[in-house]
T-cell receptor, first 115, second 113 residues
Framework: DGGITQSPKYLFRKEGQNVTLSCEQN?????MYWYRQDPGQGLRLIYY???????QKGDIAEGYSVSREKKESFPLTVTSAQKNPTAFYLC??????????????FGEGSRLTVL | SQELEQSPQSLIVQEGKNLTINCTSS?????LYWYKQKYGEGLIFLMM?????EEKSHEKITAKLDEKKQQSSLHITASQPSHAGIYLC?????????????FGGGTRLMVKP
């Protein structure tokens, strides 16, 4: 079945450590996205990528980094520069159509807790 | 940037009751998406509205788009415990790169059996 897989589902890290969250999709989608969700709040866009080897900053990119070396993969690294990294992270993908909007398909999320 | 405000922020209803959730945009809507999220999980797509006055239904959930008011409403008829979760609206701006969506803060729905 086609879909988006995020791993790990739960992750704990110590302050000062970098951590990488994995996101893989087999939907053949061009566009991929990373959102952050804090308790009681909506989703905020961290980074997005419309095509391989290209990505753009979203609203809250500081302290995060991404790569898009393969169409199906869009890993997110939460660096030690991120001041408040404890959150629920959601990866999504979609068919990228210029100037139009379509449905986003979401993974199950990764919950990061900084100890 | 576009902002979406959802109301109410949380809602507790008795099973069988009807309810409405609203999503208001600070800018013109060019596409409005409704998603449902179970606590600690990903988002499930419910429906998308693009044209003013458009109305879509799926099972007991109906969504409407009032383009002039820059607002969408989600109505659930005869609510059931399975409807519990977080409902989020997402909007696409006219010049959004790709399919990037801006999301509202969500409405937390609890249905009491």
């Amino acid at each position: 079945d086609g879909g988006i897989t995020q791993s790990p589902k739960y992750l704990f890290r110590k302050e000062g450590q970098n951590v990488t969250l994995s996101c893989e999709q087999n939907l053949n989608h061009d566009a991929m996205y990373w959102y952050r969700q804090d308790p009681g709040q909506g989703l905020r866009l961290i980074y997005y990528s419309q095509i391989v080897n290209d990505f753009q900053k979203g609203d809250i990119a500081e302290g995060y980094s991404v790569s898009r070396e393969k169409k199906e993969s869009f890993p997110l690294t939460v660096t030690s520069a991120q001041k408040n990294p404890t959150a629920f992270y959601l990866c999504a993908s979609s068919i990228a159509v210029a100037g139009a909007a379509g449905e986003l398909f979401f993974g199950e999320g990764s919950r990061l807790t900084v100890l | 940037s576009q902002e979406l405000e959802q109301s109410p922020q949380s809602l507790i209803v008795q099973e069988g009751k009807n309810l409405t959730i609203n999503c208001t945009s600070s800018k013109t809507l060019y596409g409005l998406y409704w998603y449902k999220q179970k606590y600690g999980e990903g988002l499930i797509f419910l429906m998308m509205l693009q044209k003013g006055g458009e109305e879509k239904s799926h099972e007991k959930i109906t969504a409407k788009l009032d383009e002039k008011k820059q607002q969408s409403s989600l109505h659930i008829t005869a609510s059931q415990p399975s409807h519990a979760g977080i409902y989020l609206c997402g909007a696409a701006g006219r010049y959004n790169a790709g399919n990037m969506l801006t999301f509202g803060g969500g409405t937390r729905l609890m249905v009491k059996p």
